[in-house]
């Protein structure tokens, strides 16, 4: 790209559009110029980094949060000015929080930065069963002080209004010893996609490869239970409809007793 196109890559940046519409932006501007999308991406960088020049990364986080409508805490090091927690949310969704602070659901991610700090994400659910971000916070270790700090943060930002009834973690020992620290009379349940992931995963070897779709489907009718009593009912066909099919070798059984 010339002079003249990186100037307009420029501006239109600045002004927040995305890549994929500076691309066709310059198709039409410069006439008969075909713009590669990663030059794009690359000159945007260029950009960024060059803003980041006089500043720490810290610095240009907080200078972003701030101008972009976040309130955020961190924490020290108590041995050094290195900061250690991150902890970050909206204020648009704030309001949400306080609104719906009937269920809460904290997950983590790994490796999804530079630091290799790991991503707490505070998820919310509205009366109509949509979910939405909280906040998030990063931690720099998986540790019940690390994780109670940022669920203390969590908490602060519902003065004045109920908290969580019921919290839904993965078996993070961590987490779980933080949340009923920081929330005690909330009700914790383990995250059922995490336990499906947990179950699929240790499922695999047992069976033949024909089971799976068996396994697939009465696995879904059971956690669907409303209740303990139908619970318990439809584990027990469970087990007969897989025991016989395992026996028989047959692919599927479709259920006629729900």
């Known amino acids: ?42 000159h945007t960088a260029k950009i960024r980094r060059d803003g980041l020049l006089d500043d720490t990364p ?19 090091s108590d041995t050094d000015d290195r900061t250690e927690e991150i902890f970050f949310c909206h204020s ?33 659910v509205t009366s109509t069963s949509q979910s939405f971000c909280i906040a998030a916070a990063y931690v720099i270790r998986e540790r019940q002080r690390n994780f ?28 779980m010893n933080a949340c009923d620290a920081v929330f005690p009379n909330a009700t ?15 499922f695999k070897g047992l069976y033949s490869k024909g089971m799976g779709m068996d396994f697939a489907y009465w696995w879904k009718v059971l956690y669907h239970s409303p209740t303990i009593q139908e619970y318990d009912h439809r584990r027990l066909n469970m087990e007969r409809h897989l025991i016989r099919d395992d026996r028989a070798g047959e692919s599927f059984v479709s259920p006629d007793s729900f």
């Open 188 to 202: 914790k349940n383990l995250c059922r996609w995490h336990i499906s992931e947990n179950i699929r995963r240790k």
């Open 58 to 76: 810290m610095k240009a986080l907080e200078n972003f949060l701030v101008g972009n409508g976040f309130t955020f805490y961190t924490r020290e």
């Open 1 to 42: 790209m010339n002079t003249d196109q990186l100037d307009m890559v420029e501006s239109l940046h600045r002004a927040s559009v995305k890549p994929q519409e500076i691309e066709a932006a310059l198709r039409e501007k410069f006439f008969g110029v075909q713009p590669v999308l990663k030059d794009i991406y690359n």
């Open 92 to 124: 648009e969704l704030h309001k949400m929080w306080r609104a719906f602070p009937e269920v809460l659901m904290v997950d983590t991610t790994y490796n999804t930065n530079m630091y290799n700090w790991p991503l707490v994400q505070f998820i919310g």
């Open 148 to 175: 109670g700090w940022a669920l203390e943060k969590l908490k602060q930002m519902l003065y004045d209004c109920m908290e969580p009834r019921v919290i839904l973690t993965d078996a993070d020992q961590a987490l």
